[in-house]
């Protein structure tokens, strides 16, 4: 089959292949399914995915973690263990969320955080993996790494500081993102065109 040739046309093909099934097999259920519902099932099939993900890779991670001398694909081997929990994670969380008619509490709860802050490992641990860009990792990247880092550090201060409000912009935003096929999920939503001025 297409989706198993080696080399890029590989990797395009099993792209190519599985956003267009995902993308009919949602569009043409979201026809007639609400968009609350169909964002749960799409949450419950990402869970899915997300521990296929983790079952597969999960023994290589733990061997990893253990060698004495870690290669390079041993970091990234960790990193997408980790990413994949957090994934995960925040998927099941998200769906805990929604099927509890989203209590304000649940929202903040200390939970959220260390699920978080996973995926933060799981990147740092793809930036410093060794030897594999051009056998090394480049100063250039490391430098990279840490201005975004630096600017996500001053955005958090910003973001603390300021308490923006950014409820109307979203409101502006409904009708090009709220529900495309008007199956009623959304209580009040707008008319079709373009936003409000």
């Not at 990402?46 to 991670?61: E, K, L, M, N, T």
Request: positive net charge.
């Amino acid at each position: 089959m297409m989706i198993y040739k080696d080399g890029p046309e590989g990797i395009r093909g099993v792209l190519y292949l599985t956003a267009l099934v995902l993308f009919l097999g949602y569009q043409t259920i979201n026809v007639f399914v609400p968009n609350a519902d169909m964002i749960v099932a799409a949450r419950i099939l990402a869970a899915g995915f997300y521990s296929a993900v983790i079952y597969v890779y999960a023994p290589h991670a733990w061997e990893a973690v253990r060698r004495p001398k870690p290669e390079g694909a041993d970091f990234l081997v960790v990193g997408i263990v980790l990413s994949f929990l957090s994934h995960l994670g925040q998927t099941v969380y998200a769906i805990v969320y929604r099927l509890a008619e989203a209590p304000k509490w649940l929202l903040n709860a200390e939970v959220v955080a260390p699920i978080v802050l996973l995926s933060m490992l799981a990147a740092t641990l793809h930036v410093c993996a060794p030897g594999l860009i051009q056998g090394e990792v480049p100063r250039r990247q490391r430098i990279v790494f840490g201005v975004w880092v630096g600017l996500a550090v001053l955005l958090v201060g910003a973001v603390l500081a300021t308490r923006p409000d950014i409820g109307p912009v979203i409101e502006r935003a409904r009708p090009w993102i709220g529900d495309f096929w008007r199956t009623g999920a959304m209580p009040g939503a707008v008319p079709t065109g373009p936003p409000p001025a």
